[in-house]
């Protein structure tokens, strides 16, 4: 997904902090937190924007009825004499969570900003000479720490297959750098990911990947580094 097209980082800033972006969904939108400052600003700014609107809502307290209702098909039967109903507890509850949200931001927004992350696209080889067509995206903190490595299309593979990344340096051997998940994104955390390393490279192996320590299979895609 292109996150720098005007409006969709925003657009999924905002159901972020709202909390209706749910499931797997959510879970990639964390991960590419960590290396989009622009997606860390959105987030933030909506923080602050939705904030205040808890200020302008007077606590309203619902019928006994109700809290009954919710009470039987949280617990099977009533709880506590009391125990939703006190307005205290409410406006207390209504404030943590604001306070909540602006501390959030506060702590967010005070985080120094970290460098660019890097874009590396892995093009897919031949599919004449390679038994897998494979294209992905890299993108790599600017502190070189963490790697989100994202299928572009999804790859065929059969039982007796997986795919390994490899750091690929200008000089030497490969560096393994784990399995790669045709389906979905790949994390790796490492420290001075990007130190002597000219491209990614992702190869063909068995199952539980290389046995040698070194590509065994075809590269099936591949991509140069520029700093």
């Given at each position: 997904m292109d996150y720098g097209r005007p409006g969709r980082g925003d657009r999924l800033a905002a159901e972020y902090v709202l909390g209706t972006l749910r499931g797997a969904a959510r879970r990639r939108f964390e991960r590419l937190l960590a290396v989009h400052p622009s997606l860390r600003r959105a987030v933030v700014a909506w923080q602050e924007r939705l904030a205040p609107m808890s200020d302008v809502v007077e606590p309203v307290v619902p019928p006994p009825h109700v809290w009954a209702?919710?009470?039987?098909?949280?617990?099977?039967?009533?709880?506590?004499?009391?125990?939703?109903?006190?307005?205290?507890?409410?406006?207390?509850?209504?404030?943590?969570?604001?306070?909540?949200?602006?501390?959030?931001?506060?702590?967010?927004?005070?985080?120094?900003?970290?460098?660019?992350?890097?874009?590396?696209?892995?093009?897919?080889?031949?599919?004449?000479?390679?038994?897998?067509?494979?294209?992905?995206?890299?993108?790599?903190?600017?502190?070189g720490a963490v790697l989100v490595l994202e299928p572009l299309e999804r790859p065929e593979l059969n039982a007796a297959q997986a795919l390994e990344l490899w750091a690929v340096p200008a000089k030497g051997v490969p560096r393994s750098l784990g399995l790669v998940r045709a389906a979905g994104s790949t994390t790796v955390r490492r420290n001075a990911l990007l130190d002597d390393t000219a491209a990614l490279a992702v190869s063909l192996e068995p199952p539980r990947g290389s046995p040698t320590g070194q590509p065994t299979g075809p590269i099936v895609s591949v991509g140069k580094i520029r700093l």
């Open positions: 209702a919710i009470e039987r098909r949280l617990f099977g039967q009533p709880a506590a004499p009391g125990l939703w109903h006190r307005i205290g507890l409410w406006r207390l509850t209504t404030s943590l969570a604001t306070a909540a949200v602006v501390v959030l931001a506060v702590l967010v927004s005070r985080v120094p900003e970290p460098k660019a992350p890097l874009l590396v696209v892995l093009a897919s080889q031949d599919v004449l000479t390679t038994p897998v067509k494979a294209a992905f995206v890299a993108s790599i903190s600017g502190d």
